[in-house]
């Protein structure tokens, strides 16, 4: 298995578990067990549904939301629904509930700020218009329409680089690298972790982790967040041939500094890398549907492709062509004009704490580990 390293993000997210208000299944809809009327919808918050989802004010204060949220104006982002934090007194509940912070210093929980996950998609729209309008093609979403389930699906994903919402998933890791975890998390300090890049450490929400074990938790939440975005297809079509692993080429993959910018909660100290890779299919194969969660670019190297974009026309790929892929944008290639097979190039700039791409298509899961990344050094007995 291949540890893979990621890219950084534009997103910082707050967001809250909700709380959904259990009915006994001999419950009418309009009653609670307790015989009492229930909460109405809009005065519920719905499993999964955070208080930054939560858009108007009178709905942030209805009696069920204002008991975990409260509306506040927070520069620069303006008036908001947020967490109560504050109200929270267990340090573990603090961490796990996204948009809070345990502060070590004084026992308390506080809210943390950043960018929500709306703004993230409202810029990868911006960039979808500006390459568009750069290659002088259709703009696609008048082409296809912006799909709700989309939208949603790419926020979702989103808040799944607040990384102190996730725990390390190490059911994955290959047996020549069982002795990974302990090796990593033994390392105390987050320069020493720094260090320890190549043997597959990476400093994640305040520990140093096995890279992989915390790649692979964004990974299934990532799934889950576009399990109901038809993840089977692009613009609502499946493409034809078949998924297969490609022959990679790493021509480049080195430490580039720290993260430096504010986009991934929990992940200021993971270590920037600058990847260059060279992957080949053979005729009639292709690379599965995925998403990218901090984006990159690919140019079409040797014979030629049709590249699917969700959201952007399908457009024929002869050598020297190359495509912008912003972030959590579902992508593919058809290998019908790839007769002939092709090679591409993919330039990536990668936080370790993130995989590089997320293979959303149920179908092409084996493909994820064989792509983008490096194998620890560390070999295990």
Not at 54 to 79: M, Q, Y
Not at 336 to 354: I, K, R
Request: with cysteine; charged share 25%; glycine share 6%.
């Amino acid at each position: 298995m291949k540890l893979s390293f990621n890219a950084l993000l534009v997103t910082l997210l707050l967001s809250v578990p909700s709380v959904s208000p259990s009915v006994s299944p001999s419950a009418s809809p309009s009653e609670s067990p307790s015989g009492k009327p229930s909460a109405s919808p809009s005065d519920r918050l719905v499993e999964e549904e955070d208080c930054s989802d939560i858009k108007a004010r009178k709905e942030c204060k209805s009696p069920t939301n204002k008991k975990v949220c409260e509306w506040k104006e927070e520069n620069p982002e303006g008036e908001r629904c947020i967490p109560k934090c504050k109200k929270i007194k267990n340090k573990n509940k603090c961490d796990e509930t996204v948009g809070c912070k345990y502060n070590k210093k004084n026992g308390k929980c506080k809210n943390v700020k950043g960018v929500q996950p709306e703004n993230t998609y409202e810029f990868n729209q911006l960039i979808t218009r500006v390459e568009v309008a750069k290659l002088d093609i259709p703009n696609p979403n008048k082409a296809y329409g912006d799909k709700e389930y989309n939208k949603v699906a790419s926020m979702k994903a989103s808040k799944c680089l607040d990384l102190r919402q996730l725990t390390p998933d190490y059911s994955k890791l290959p047996s020549n690298y069982t002795c990974l975890p302990a090796y990593c998390e033994a390392i105390t300090t987050a320069t020493k972790c720094q260090e320890a890049f190549y043997e597959g450490c990476s400093y994640c929400s305040g520990k140093c982790v096995a890279a992989a074990g915390m790649q692979e938790a964004v990974i299934k939440c990532v799934r889950k967040a576009y399990k109901h975005a038809k993840p089977n297809m692009v613009n609502g079509k499946l493409p034809g041939g078949e998924v297969s692993e490609s022959k990679e080429k790493i021509i480049f993959n080195s430490m580039a500094g720290l993260a430096d910018a504010k986009s991934v909660t929990g992940g200021d100290y993971a270590v920037m890398s600058f990847g260059i890779f060279q992957d080949t299919r053979l005729p009639g194969y292709r690379v599965p549907i995925h998403v990218h969660p901090l984006g990159g670019y690919t140019c079409v190297n040797k014979g030629k492709m049709e590249m699917w974009i969700e959201g952007f026309p399908n457009v024929k790929a002869p050598v020297g062509t190359c495509f912008n892929m912003q972030a959590f944008t579902k992508m593919t290639q058809d290998f019908d004009y790839a007769d002939e097979g092709y090679t591409v190039t993919d330039y990536f700039h990668q936080n370790s704490c993130l995989p590089t791409w997320v293979v959303v298509e149920e179908k092409g899961y084996f493909v994820q580990d064989s792509e983008f990344g490096v194998s620890s050094t560390i070999k295990c007995k």
